[in-house]
């Protein structure tokens, strides 16, 4: 699409991409660069700004040249003790509310571009009563009179929580577009009446990263396995000398053992707070082959940016994925994977490559059945990479088809900026209205 030149005096359409932006998360960072130089790119009259719902952001080097504003309220304006922070929640909800007001009203159009907006395991944009309360706000104040919401391949599954679910469903009737990451979460939101049947299912907008052109490694020489890991919610909130004794951790210094004699091994993660548990494998792996072998065969990379785990991965035969967006940079990468699952997401990716069978389940992980899958994966490489390269083209197409819906959008916005509403709301045309 050829670039835009700005319609003469009038100031850029204001849009704010919402998402929990800077908060360590390589996959909603990744979302962030690649919708905005893409908007950026192709659009000389709108403004792109990402809008956090974090409570403090500290941008990653990913997203370091992208305007950026919090919705969360600053950590200083908090109770400084354990009475103060208690007292402090019981207003939290109105000032919340007040500040997502003033904010999101300076904005023209509200986008939520990607990631887990209804995810019911604890990760969710949505989570908790407050941040429902405060999506509901964002998407009726963003809906309001000239303004706009859309929705672009998000994703989530059914929630529990009455209220909760209320609010999100009431949030994402207001929306004029959506589209959904897959096929489950569109059925998950369809099943709670906040979407319809004829809603697009896509894939995740990370998809639209150009695959690297780097050739693969050989075979030749030891193998090179990377293990992603995650701080799973049912791990709980201990630090690394607690995790070290769960039996996720166990299993997989379990593999690390077992692989170390022949294999090199890196351990990464994918957000800021899988630290603890990269801490506590390796801990458990130096205890059980020693120091030395593992400063020469272990690589700890951290949870690098996006772009920066797909670089990394070129040099790797296997990865072992925990969190979904480390297991798009493997398909990114073209390279052998295998999924250790807790998300639906995850199963969900798998199963559309048709490796389905390269699957384990993350509670009650077995490290013997992982290395025996890791040896499987090894013995038919060519075949993975064949049929992860394949998904990985097609769900490529259908992001860079949700970034043209998006450029429809905005040329549809700008247009109708003077001329009054240019949409119709979509809540008259959804079916029965949500039940708590």
């Given at each position: 699409m050829a670039r835009r030149s700005k319609v003469g005096g009038n100031e850029p359409l204001k849009v704010g991409l919402y998402g929990g932006f800077g908060t360590g998360n390589i996959g909603n960072d990744a979302t962030a660069r690649v919708v905005a130089e893409h908007v950026r790119g192709h659009h000389d009259d709108v403004?792109?700004?990402l809008v956090s719902y974090a409570d403090e952001t500290t941008p990653s080097t990913s997203i370091d040249?992208?305007?950026l504003m919090t919705l969360g309220e600053p950590v200083e304006e908090r109770g400084r003790t354990r009475v103060g922070r208690a007292v402090h929640r019981r207003w939290q909800s109105v000032r919340q509310l007040g500040r997502d007001w003033t904010i999101t009203r300076q904005f023209d159009a509200m986008v939520i571009t990607g990631g887990g907006v209804f995810e019911a395991e604890s990760t969710a944009a949505a989570g908790g009563l407050v941040g429902a309360v405060g999506f509901f706000l964002l998407a009726l104040v963003s809906s309001h009179r000239h303004h706009h919401f859309a929705t672009l391949s998000i994703g989530g599954t059914s929630m529990r929580r009455s209220l909760e679910r209320f609010l999100l469903v009431r949030s994402m009737r207001y929306a004029e577009y959506r589209s959904f990451r897959d096929a489950a979460s569109k059925d998950a939101l369809v099943g709670m009446h906040g979407a319809q049947d004829d809603d697009r299912v896509s894939s995740d907008l990370v998809f639209a990263t150009p695959m690297i052109s780097r050739a693969s490694r050989t075979q030749s020489g030891p193998k090179r396995v990377a293990i992603g890991v995650m701080r799973f919610p049912w791990l709980g909130e201990g630090w690394a000398d607690e995790l070290a004794r769960t039996a996720y951790v166990q299993a997989l210094a379990d593999v690390v053992e077992?692989?170390?004699p022949t294999s090199t091994v890196a351990v990464f993660g994918g957000d800021k707070a899988d630290a603890p548990v990269i801490e506590a494998l390796v801990r458990v792996v130096e205890g059980r082959v020693g120091h030395e072998v593992v400063l020469h065969?272990?690589?700890?990379?951290g949870s690098p940016a996006f772009h920066d785990t797909v670089e990394r991965l070129c040099d790797v035969d296997?990865?072992?994925?925990?969190?979904?967006?480390n297991l798009v940079a493997a398909f990114l990468r073209g390279t052998g994977v295998i999924a250790v699952a807790d998300r639906?997401?995850?199963?969900?990716?798998?199963r559309?490559?048709?490796v389905s069978d390269l699957v384990v389940e993350a509670r009650g992980l077995d490290g013997q059945d992982l290395v025996e899958r890791i040896e499987h994966v090894v013995a038919h490489l060519d075949d993975v990479r064949a049929a992860v390269s394949s998904t990985t083209r097609q769900f490529a197409l259908s992001a860079e088809a949700q970034l043209r819906?998006?450029?429809?959008?905005?040329?549809?916005?700008n247009k109708g900026r003077h001329g009054g509403r240019a949409h119709q709301s979509v809540v008259e045309r959804l079916p029965a209205r949500p039940s708590l």
């Open positions: 403004e792109v700004v040249h992208l305007p077992h692989l170390l065969r272990v690589e700890v990379w296997v990865v072992v994925c925990s969190r979904y967006h639906v997401k995850v199963r969900s990716l798998m559309e490559a048709g819906e998006l450029d429809d959008l905005l040329e549809r916005w």
